[in-house]
């Protein structure tokens, strides 16, 4: 099964390719144009050159590790320039509008010279150029040109030509030349340097022109921008341009041009920073000096130097107060306790305690006088009697001393009671400034918290605007070149390698499509394998198609293809006529006109005719006769269309010899009778069978169209084998459907195919007609031997 598989896909696969195999002289010329013509175009096409460079943008997004904890800010205002934008946007910026029109206008590249050479046109720049042409002044409102301008050169004259130009334009080097669009001055080139270009002829000089806005869009669209690794900040700039010099000097300009815009808007911003910064240290200043203005207000206001000092000096101070409060009432209670015991009638006399914590200097000296009194007065005593002048003496002093003593204490007492009263009075005072503190801590650290708020910010910008400053006097460049414009050595177009390539395939592919397009919308029978898929009725030869050289006739002993098909048409067909004494009918038809019916029904009378066999062919189709353009003498001669109208009473006035073998004779179609389809029907033709059937061995009836007219199906009943012809090429899909339809309604007997006029390469055994018994072709090469 898979054996049989594979050799259905061969064939198949044979199929599809054989259009194009049979056709590979097609091939070969094609792909042999379309190289010649890609060497010309390779010398025809002027080189295009891919000129590149890459640079580096630096990455300045983080801010400067001196902007300390405050770097917030580089996400506010004008400290969000000071980052690098995204590289995406960087790719915009360098083929900006901007950017290429400032180029342009610096390069002075508005118009392009060119020098008409032996291949192409090849563009001028620079020192390449013998002379300079700017444009002075655009003129708006006017038709730009769309062919170049000429210019020819005599000496200082200078002429300007174009077939868009109404007049020839003259001028001179060094002055205003006024063309229609624009103002223009042709100046000598100092820098001009023969030796570069000394290959060229430079005697035929064109320039273009374009305003601003059509060279900046040719420019952005012919320069690419990218980037060389996705992981990376190098970017790639190309462009492709026929001048080498040209295409570095734009590339180069375009990243000048960037840095240049870059260092301006730095520099701008970082002055639009410090501008900014002075701005607020001028009101933070003066917010700085309110806050510590208020905060001094504050100190003398509440008379304190420090909240917190101040604080735990008045705790102190109320610890102190109530401290010598309780002294002054101890003193207190000691000096009452001392008067109780002086004006107690029971120690009158007696000594006074000393020493018993009382704080008071005269007191103490008052007790110890008293005292020393006292002993004095009972040492006498003790040798005299209370009157003796000595002891009154002493007892006088005594109560005189005591009695000072006493008012020494009295007033010592005032004296603590009224320090005791300063004392508490002291205490409450620093007590309820104890009491304001946390109020007054409170309002006295907003106020320090606003100071040191304005501190910072003021310390900050101080910094910011040295920063600035820095930056203006350090700006570098944004993008570092890595690589300065440079150009591939091999050109990007025409690419040779490509262009032989292409023209291969090109060469290759329009013949296969044209061949491929005929085949797909080919709705006509070629080989043999087409007919065979499109009926099941037999399909007894192939007839092969003939040279201009050829003969349409076989003759005897013919050895040729033509003579080998019907040889085997003879064979294949004797297989299913009928076996019968009389003579063997067979009908000759078609779906219409010109698929070869006169042409096999003659042909096969020759082949059928021998010594044992005579053929007679009968031209049935009297609509248009055919059967009489193989022997013009005969053409107007009486035939089948007499007999039927029965202007002839024998069929055998009407047979002649065919002239090209014996035992062939022919019946002639006759003149063209208005009724055909009468005359067939009128029971004569059956007749005239009747009266040859038994002097030959075969009858050919060479008949009409079937589709075109019913003649040939009023007669198709006595035909023993019918020959439906069909043409290679030539015959429709749809007509074999039409003799399917025809066969399979048995309005036609014992029908068999034959595919006619088959070239060479479409028959059905490859190459070789019939089975190789004909002579062997002669080879093309063969002719030039001797």
Not at 370 to 393: C, F, G, S
């Amino acid at each position: 099964m898979n054996n049989v598989t594979t050799k259905e896909e061969e064939i198949n696969l044979r199929e599809i390719l054989k259009p194009y195999l049979k056709k590979w002289y097609w091939f070969f010329v094609s792909v042999f144009i379309m190289i010649v013509l890609a060497i010309i175009y390779i010398k025809i096409t002027t080189p295009i050159y891919q000129i590149e460079s890459s640079v580096l943008i630096k990455d300045a997004k983080k801010m400067s590790s001196a902007s300390g904890d405050f770097g917030v800010l580089s996400g506010l205002g004008g400290f969000a320039g000071m980052g690098t934008n995204s590289i995406e946007n960087e790719l915009e910026i360098f083929k900006s509008k901007k950017i290429v029109e400032d180029v342009s206008k610096k390069l002075k590249i508005q118009t392009s010279i060119f020098s008409r050479e032996k291949f192409y046109d090849i563009e001028l720049y620079k020192d390449s150029s013998p002379f300079n042409i700017y444009v002075v002044n655009e003129k708006p409102f006017e038709e730009l040109p769309k062919l170049p301008i000429d210019i020819e050169i005599e000496g200082d004259k200078i002429t300007l030509s174009s077939k868009e130009l109404k007049k020839n334009i003259f001028g001179l080097f060094n002055k205003t030349i006024s063309l229609p669009y624009a103002n223009i001055i042709i100046t000598k080139n100092p820098n001009f340097n023969r030796k570069k270009v000394k290959k060229l002829n430079l005697n035929d000089f064109y320039f273009t022109y374009s305003d601003v806005e059509g060279m900046v869009n040719n420019l952005q669209e012919s320069i690419t921008v990218d980037l060389l690794d996705k992981d990376a900040t190098v970017i790639g700039l190309f462009i492709n341009h026929q001048n080498k010099d040209k295409g570095k000097d734009i590339l180069d300009g375009i990243v000048d041009m960037y840095n240049d815009y870059a260092i301006l808007d730095k520099n701008t911003e970082s002055k639009k920073t410090k501008d900014f910064i002075d701005d607020r240290i001028l009101i933070i200043s003066k917010e700085l000096g309110d806050v510590e203005t208020e905060k001094q207000q504050f100190k003398v206001e509440h008379k304190i130097v420090d909240l917190p000092s101040e604080a735990r000096l008045n705790l102190q101070l109320v610890t102190e107060s109530q401290k010598r409060e309780l002294e002054l009432d101890t003193q207190l209670e000691l000096t009452n306790v001392l008067v109780n015991y002086i004006n107690s009638p029971s120690n009158s006399n007696q000594v006074i305690p000393t020493n018993i914590g009382i704080d008071s200097p005269t007191a103490t000296s008052n007790i110890s006088a008293y005292n020393k009194l006292i002993l004095d007065r009972n040492r006498l005593l003790e040798n005299a009697t209370p009157d003796n002048p000595l002891v009154v003496e002493v007892t006088n002093d005594i109560n005189a001393l005591k009695s000072s003593l006493k008012e020494s204490l009295y007033k010592n007492i005032t004296s603590l009671q009224l320090l005791k009263r300063d004392a508490s009075k002291y205490a409450d005072e620093k007590d309820s400034k104890i009491q304001q503190i946390p109020f007054q801590e409170k309002l006295f650290r907003n106020i320090e918290r606003q100071q040191q708020i304005k501190e910072n910010l003021y310390l900050l910008l101080l910094q910011k605007r040295e920063e600035a400053a820095i930056s203006m006097a350090i700006t570098g460049e944004k993008a570092r070149v890595v690589d300065h414009a440079f150009v591939q050595k091999k050109p990007v177009a025409p690419r040779k390698m490509i262009s032989f390539v292409a023209a291969f395939l090109v060469g290759l592919l329009i013949p296969g499509l044209y061949i491929y397009i005929k085949e797909l919308f080919n709705n006509h029978i070629v080989t043999k394998h087409d007919l065979e898929k499109l009926t099941q009725t037999p399909i007894l030869a192939e007839i092969p198609r003939l040279s201009k050289r050829e003969d349409e006739l076989i003759r005897v002993n013919d050895v040729s293809p033509l003579a080998e098909a019907f040889r085997i048409l003879v064979t294949n067909i004797k297989f299913i006529l009928p076996k019968k004494d009389s003579a063997k009918i067979i009908f000759v038809t078609s779906t219409v006109k010109g698929e070869g019916k006169t042409f096999v029904s003659v042909n096969l009378s020759l082949a059928l005719s021998s010594p044992k066999n005579k053929v007679l062919v009968v031209g049935s189709d009297i609509r248009n006769p055919q059967l009489q353009r193989y022997n013009p003498a005969m053409k107007g001669s009486k035939g089948l269309a007499e007999y039927l109208y029965n202007d002839v009473e024998n069929a055998r006035d009407i047979i002649h010899p065919s002239g090209f073998i014996n035992n062939c004779d022919f019946i002639y179609s006759g003149s063209i009778p208005p009724n055909p389809a009468d005359l067939l029907q009128n029971g004569r033709y059956e007749e005239l069978i009747e009266q040859v059937k038994n002097d030959y061995d075969y009858i050919i009836l060479d008949t009409a169209p079937l589709m075109l007219v019913t003649d040939s199906l009023l007669i198709s009943h006595i035909a023993d084998a019918t020959l439906y012809v069909t043409r290679s090429e030539v015959s429709e899909r749809g007509f074999v459907d039409f003799a399917n339809k025809i066969i399979e309604g048995k309005k036609i007997n014992n029908a068999a195919f034959v595919l006619n006029d088959i070239h060479k390469t479409n028959f059905g055994y490859g190459n070789k007609y019939g089975y190789g018994y004909q002579a062997e072709e002669k080879k093309w090469w063969q002719f030039f031997k001797n």
